[in-house]
């Protein structure tokens, strides 16, 4: 069974930072990209970063410069590094992969990120 487990959300000031984790397993993690996914208050999903298997990386216009991605794969483990907190960075920060054929979305229950002062 595919688990993905995010935590280290919290409530933060402005301009703070901090280190979002993703636990998988039930899969070969190593084989796969992943990716962060957010979803601000009334709002709908958005793409915020993908890492490949080989550790590339990707990151939406909104947090490029700000945010780092970054994967374990010895340790099955996804995270990613927030830093320059805007308040517009709050929402539930969700781990993510796709594979398989048809192509399936694997989710994690969500870690909630909140920035204010």
């Known amino acids: 069974e595919v688990q993905l487990v995010e935590s280290g959300g919290g409530l933060v000031q402005p301009g703070g930072s901090l280190r979002l984790s993703c636990a998988a397993s039930g899969f070969a993690f190593s084989m796969h990209s992943m990716s962060w996914v957010r979803q601000a208050p009334g709002k709908g999903l958005e793409w915020v970063s993908g890492i490949f298997p080989s550790g590339g990386s990707s990151y939406s216009d909104a947090v490029k410069g700000r945010f780092t991605v970054s994967r374990d794969n010895a340790k099955n483990m996804l995270y990613l590094q927030m830093n320059r907190l805007k308040p517009e960075d709050t929402a539930v920060y969700y781990c993510?992969?796709?594979?398989?054929?048809?192509?399936?979305?694997?989710w994690g229950q969500g870690t909630q990120v909140t920035v204010s002062s």
């Open positions: 993510n992969t796709r594979w398989g054929y048809p192509p399936y979305d694997y």
